[in-house]
Structure formats: C-alpha cells, structure tokens
C-alpha cells in the first residue's frame, strides 16, 4: 500500500548501488523492513479512527499530510508548468485520492491483510504484463490462482469490499504507468509533489464536511495523522535511502512481502485472523511476484 505512498514513482538506484559496502546493504535492508512494518502500522492506525471519520476523513487527512511532505521534499514550481505538464499531474492527482480511499474503505469492508493482497495485484499486473517469459506466464497464473481462492463464494463474502480492493489495484497501476509520464516531462519529484497538493486539495471540502458531520475526537485525528505519517512520510523518505544501497532487484523482492506484513499486523494489532485459504491465496500473490523479479535478468 504504498503509494502512498509510498506513493510516488520509485528513483531509480545508481549504479554505485551494486558495489554498495555490505554495512550499507545492511541498513538498507533494516530500513526496508522498518518502511514495509511503517506502511501497515499506518493502514492498521488508521483504521481505528474508523469509527470517528470514516474512511473518507482518514484519507482526508491522510492526504494532507502526504501533500505536506511531498510538497516539502519536492518544490514543484507550480508556476513553471505547462497544460502539457499539469494534464498528468491532475490525472495522477485523482487517481491517488481514489486509491486511497478505495484501499480504505476495503481495509474497513475486508480486513488489512486481504485489501493490501487485492491492491497489490496493480503493480504486480503491470510487471507480468510487460514481461514475455514462460515462467512470467506461470506466475500470473499462480497469481490467479491464489485471487481466485480469496475471492471464492462464502456466506460470509463481502463483494463490494473486494471490489474495492481491485479498484485500488487499478489504480495503483495507473498510478505508476502516470507516474512515469509524469517524470518525463517534469524534472525531479515535482511532478508527484504537484499530484499530491491537488489532491490534498480535492479532499478539503470532504475533511470540512466531515469535521462538521461527526466532530472528531483528539484520540481519532491522532491516528489519522499517524496514518498519514507512516503510510506516507516514512515509507517515501525511507524508499530515498534505500534505493542507494540496495538493488532494485532485492528491492523488488521485499516489496513483495508487503501483503503478508499487512496479515501479520492486521493479525497482531487489530486482530483481524484468517484462514488457511486466504493465508494461502495471499502467499500465492506474494510466490508469484517473487518468482518473476527473481527470474528476471539485468
């Protein structure tokens, strides 16, 4: 669930990455395991204010935060950009609201673990199709298989929660393919920070209304604010310094576990438990990833 953040598109690692001292592997290793857990404490957060703001204001405020962050960081000269340049930025700005709040909502429909498995059939849709290798084809394979086991009729099946939780996948894939188009045509992180001001102010008129709806407690906006700030702040600064020390590969790679942290901290923080099917489904989400980023040369 990035994008938030750990949303923004990936830098690119240097090539200095891959003669990177082992110390400084290793501290990237610590950070990414500290970004993943950072990640899903925030989702998990976030969704005890629940209750008080609804997925709508939680997200409301989560994406302030973002934008102050990303704002902060980047520096877009806003007043520099062209109808060319601001055309993605305002896709990408709608595109990360509605991801957002779709992941949101599907966390408080379905669980943490089973949203965050959904969403991240986004990124991992797009890397399978842009691949041509037969063992690509048995990872999108295995990968359906184990959306098929998650999403299997039960009495209990919350449709409209799981297809949420695909909304948010298409739009995390959108999210990246516009990402790029983004960098392409404005330097830096400006681009993204833009996206995320626009759409911090998108949300202004939801986070009145809810103010004026339900009146927030201390405790709610707290955990808001903390959702922001660790789905968010951490995860794009901590992805900053781990891009220079590890490789995009072993990157990759971790970035695939990220489901399974969400099960776990959604198991151990809001004691949400699954069963053996869906632990399974998600562990064939995560297998398939895995297999075509480690799989895959150059």
Known sequence: MRPAPASVDRPQPSSATATAPEG??????????????????????????????????????RQYVAALVLLAVGRPGLHRFTWWQWRPVLLLAVVFGTMNLSLYTAIDRIGLGLAVTLEFLGPLTIALAAARRRTDACCAAVAAAGVVTLMRPQPSTDYVGMGLGLLAAVCWASYILLNRTVGQRIPGAGGSAAAAGVSALMFLPVGIAVVLHRPPTLSAVGYAVAAGVLSSAVPYLADLFTLRRVPAQAFGLFMSVNPVLAAVVGLVGLGQRLGWAEWAGIGAV???NSLSIATRRG
């Open 24 to 61: 400084q592997r290793f501290a990237g290793v610590v950070t990414m395991v500290g970004s993943g857990l950072s990640n899903q404490t925030g989702a998990a957060l976030g969704s005890l204010a629940f209750p008080v703001l609804g997925p709508l204001g939680v997200v409301a405020v």
């Open 286 to 288: 995560v297998a398939a």
